[in-house]
């Protein structure tokens, strides 16, 4: 299988701070790779790279065969990124709808999709004229997740998706993204619950200090659990 | 689409309507100062006519504040380069102007102001990538930079005409007033009313029926979003601050033949005017920014009529009070 | 100068310009008695202080401010209607200076109060209203301002123009009540050019470039901003009344268009850019080129433009006219915060610069 998505040696700078020291991992197309580690490891902030919003000062991104490190992040979501912040960033000024419509940027909604969509997250049916930000902090993740799927893209990068939600809508939320696997997307995925990375993840990678610590297949890391107590500490059992 | 589905479940969110009250209240308020009835309908449809025109001026400043967080200093310019452009087409064609004729007086008046709104717009393009790209983001120097391109926007206005007043009468169907019962209303204020509440509408619909609309409401909120989602926000801004320009453009073409005049002070002049008027309504706010305009000319008309002295510190009065009730404005759009 | 050409250090030729600009400006008496240089002079030292005051806000805290103009006007105008009210006496001008500099002051804080309390941004837009407020409130209160004619007054005894102090037998010079006037005002800008040194010096000077630079974390780090902010804005406030009581003095006049006019504003910003913004000493540098230019240079485009007319040039005679100076100063006004924002003392600070 190939590889979607590679960095090689990717620094970022944000203001003095020296982020990102060097990160070097591959996302396998059609897989879901869980990037994990502690806060402040460089989760996000690999993430913001890749979208080019941070400008990597130094390293190559490659998508698809192509180099995008050193381009605007409207020409890297154009190659078919979606992307999911960590503060979900629904507009909340606008109606889930409205929402909706600007995850739609090549056509008009499709209503097959949009029933697919509301299969996995009824509410937004529900709340369909409603502005969203009316909406539960659950609500505005699904929202968000839907906006990055109201089209097909060929790589999803997420942003702890399960954050602050209730377990019942994280159970909502491995499912939709389970069946998005299916339909054949690629994801990068950060998340702290390590429960919810193992039933999603095929790869795993893990951060620390701003370079990626430990990588392979999820189904190992799942199993030894003296290796999950030494890279990740008990940051990820609270969670279980 | 189907949106049949039950939406009862949420609570509607609560429309902010108390700033929509203020301006009927405030001329409600003026009835019983001014006494008389038919001054106070002439005053009010002063008001209107000039709140419009100012709210015309206005729109393209706080949107391109709020879309992209960058405050023209230099937003005067246009209104005074479009007045200025307006002179090129009324001069030659004064005699079709002063005609006794809808039609032909109309056959000057429209491509002066598309011509005006043109130059404007063009304009506008030469400003944003010339004076603030280069420091964009920058706050300091967007204004110094925007100041000094006023500076050379009105120096260059007196190299070319020369410093004297240039007189721009009005057409002549639009002398005149109309009268309704008692009162009299210039048609000319009435032209304005409408041509301000259509640019009012037409705002409205391109915010809330578009996608572009819909791209600016949510870059206002959330520019980095937006840009994630594959929209490239920066056409998007020039595209909304030639508008914003041609718009002032047009504001100063209809402000020209509102004073019958021209001079390249009224950028100074108004630039006053319009940012009280975008501070009263909240950065980035059309809605507020509409209702700013009322007030402010409101209170310009009312307090000029009854305390006469006090006629253009009232503004800051009605800022300074508006302020404290809001210290963001009226309708606070971002939280930068 | 010859010998050091080869490599100067920059700030050396910073001081050299400065040494320069000084001694001429304390020699004018002597070598340009006339009218014309004298009024250029003292024009200089007055716009230097009130550049510099401008420069703490500016560049000390990055704030812009439409209203520097207004203080400058209640200073003159204190001093103006105390002279013209109370009839030339020391007395008048001390009555001037109280009641002006508490009143510059307090009008500072009620606006930064206001409106730094919200947003920077909010400061520069109200402060452009305000000021324009002012500027019309000045000419409708005639009876007390003058309205847009001013009020024209007399200086007590000691500085007048016919009060021969030295008689020319002396040293060749008269010096009389106008000589003294010249160095009361070169001696009180110079002061208070140094006291405003010793603030941005200051613990206190710091901590306002500590904001600009970064205004959370500096409030992270504890100091309220909005106080500093404000305090700055009094002290500069004062500071250009003070510029306004010698404009006043040395003009024994006073109307809109000497202190209150819009115009004056835009001739500190383009002083304070184009002398060096946060460096004190650009305002010197920047009030020196700018006037200097401002008196001489029309003459010099006056002469282009007739050239131009008569070489049959379009265009040209009209944007090289002496009323159009403004064009190009907006232009290089431009250019400066472009290519170098830190301006002239920014430049010859900094060596590494491009060849100067």
Same mark, same amino acid.
């Given at each position: 299988m190939s590889d979607l998505l590679t960095l090689t040696g990717v620094h970022t700078h944000i203001g003095r701070y020296h982020i990102l020291q060097g990160v070097d991992f591959a996302v396998p197309e059609g897989q879901v790779t869980m990037l994990l580690g502690r806060n402040g490891a460089g989760k996000t902030t690999t993430l913001r790279t890749v979208m080019g919003l941070w400008p990597a000062s130094r390293g190559e991104i490659v998508l698809a065969g192509e180099r995008i490190e050193a381009g605007t992040t409207p020409d890297i979501a154009r190659r078919g990124v979606g992307y999911v912040p960590e503060s979900m960033a629904v507009f909340s000024d606008l109606t889930v709808r409205e929402n909706l419509v600007l995850g739609a940027r090549d056509r008009d909604l499709d209503d097959a999709r949009l029933d697919w969509i509301f299969g996995f997250f009824p509410a937004l049916k529900r709340f369909? +004229? !409603?502005?969203?930000? !009316? +909406?539960s902090g659950g609500q505005k993740q699904m929202l968000s997740i839907a906006r990055a799927i109201v089209e097909p893209r060929k790589l999803l990068l997420i942003d702890? @998706?399960? #954050?602050?939600?209730?377990p019942a809508i994280v159970m909502a939320l491995i499912e939709c993204l389970k069946e998005i696997k299916r339909r054949g997307a690629t994801i990068l995925m950060v998340e702290q619950n390590f429960h919810a990375a193992r039933e999603l993840g095929d790869t795993v990678l893990v951060m620390d200090n701003g370079a990626i610590v430990h990588r392979g297949a999820m189904a190992d890391l799942a199993a030894d659990v003296a290796l999950q107590e030494r890279l990740l500490g008990l940051s990820l059992e609270t969670h279980q | 689409m189907s949106d049949t589905a039950t939406s009862d479940a949420l609570p509607k969110p609560k429309r902010d309507l108390l700033p929509v009250l203020l301006p009927a209240a405030f001329a409600l308020l003026m009835l019983p100062l001014v006494g008389s009835a038919s001054s106070w309908a002439t005053l009010l449809a002063a008001s209107l006519a000039m709140g419009m025109m100012i709210f015309i001026m206005a729109s393209g400043l706080t949107l391109v504040f709020g879309l992209m967080d960058v405050l023209n200093f230099g937003h005067g310019a246009f209104i005074a380069v479009g007045a200025y452009i307006a002179t090129l087409v009324f001069l030659p064609l004064a005699g079709w102007s002063q005609a006794d004729s809808l039609l032909t007086n109309l056959a000057v008046l429209v491509p002066a102001a598309v011509l005006a709104m043109g130059v404007t717009a063009l304009l506008g393009l030469f400003v944003e990538r010339v004076l603030i790209l280069p420091v964009y983001g920058q706050h300091l120097k967007q204004i110094l930079m925007t100041t000094g391109g006023l500076i050379v926007a009105e120096q260059t206005l007196y190299a070319l005409w020369g410093p004297q007043i240039i007189p721009m009468p009005l057409p002549a169907s639009l002398r005149g007033s109309f009268i309704f019962g008692e009162v009299a209303v210039a048609k000319y204020r009435l032209l304005a009313m409408l041509v301000g509440l259509a640019v009012f509408i037409a705002i409205q619909l391109v915010l809330n029926r578009t996608k572009i609309g819909l791209l600016i409401r949510a870059g206002v909120e959330n520019r980095e979003m937006v840009e994630a989602l594959g929209y490239r926000i920066r056409r998007l801004f020039l595209g909304v601050f030639m508008v914003g320009a041609a718009l002032a453009g047009l504001g100063g073409v209809m402000w020209g033949l509102y004073r019958e005049q021209v001079h390249a002070s009224i950028g100074d002049e108004l630039t006053v005017l319009v940012f009280i008027v975008v501070i009263i309504g909240g950065l980035g706010s059309v809605g507020g920014c509409f209702i700013g305009a009322l007030l402010v000319a409101m209170v310009a008309n009312f307090g000029g009529f009854l305390v006469p002295k006090l006629a253009l510190v009232s503004n800051i009065l009605l800022m300074v009070a508006i302020l404290m009730w809001r210290p963001r404005g009226l309708y606070a759009v971002t939280s930068r | 100068m010859m010998i050091l050409s080869g490599d100067p250090p920059r700030s050396r030729l910073l001081a050299v310009l400065l040494i320069v600009i000084v001694a001429m400006l304390v020699l004018t008496p002597w070598l340009f008695p006339g009218a014309k240089a004298m009024n250029v002079a003292v024009k200089i030292c007055i716009f230097a202080v009130l550049v510099a005051s401008y420069d703490l806000l500016l /560049?000390?805290? /990055?704030t812009v401010s439409f209203a520097h103009t207004m203080f400058y006007g209640i200073g003159s105008y204190a001093v103006a209607i105390a002279l013209y009210a109370m009839g030339p006496s020391w007395a008048a001008i001390g009555t001037g200076i109280v009641v002006g500099l508490p009143m510059a002051m307090l009008l500072a804080l009620a606006i930064g109060l206001f409106s730094l309390r919200v947003a920077a941004i909010f400061f520069a837009m109200i402060t452009l209203a305000v000021a324009s407020a002012f500027q019309v409130l000045a000419s409708q209160m005639s009876w007390l301002? /003058? /309205?847009?004619d001013g009020r024209t007054f007399r200086l007590p005894e000691l500085l007048r @123009? *016919?009060?021969? +102090?030295?008689? #020319? !037998?002396?040293? *060749?010079?008269e010096i009389n009540g106008r000589t003294l006037t010249y160095y009361l005002v070169f001696v009180v800008s110079a002061l208070l050019i140094l006291a405003l040194l010793r603030v941005v010096n200051s613990p206190f000077g710091r901590v306002l470039q500590a904001i600009r630079e970064n205004p959370f974390r500096a409030e992270a780090l504890g100091y309220r901003t909005v106080f500093h902010l404000t305090y700055a804005n009094c002290i500069a406030a004062t500071v250009a009344a003070c510029a306004g009581v010698l404009n006043a003095l040395w003009l024994r006049y006073v109307g809109p268009d000497t202190s209150l006019a819009f115009s004056i504003m835009l001739d500190i910003l383009l002083m304070v850019v184009i002398g060096g913004?946060?460096?004190?000493?650009g305002a010197i540098i920047g009030a020196g080129i700018f006037i200097i230019a401002q008196n001489y240079l029309q003459t010099l485009m006056g002469a282009a433009s007739s050239a131009a007319a008569d070489a049959g040039l379009p265009l040209l005679p009209g944007l090289l006219h002496p009323d159009r100076w403004l064009l190009w100063l907006g232009l290089l006004f431009i250019a400066s915060v472009y290519f170098f924002p830190t301006g002239v003392v920014g430049r010859l600070r900094r060596p590494k610069a491009g060849a100067a």
């Open positions: 369909w +004229l !409603s502005r969203a930000g !009316s +909406l702890e @998706p399960t #954050k602050g939600l209730a | - | /560049g000390y805290t /990055g301002t /003058g /309205g847009e @123009p *016919g009060t021969v +102090l030295i008689d #020319k !037998s002396a040293f *060749g010079f913004m946060g460096t004190i000493y």
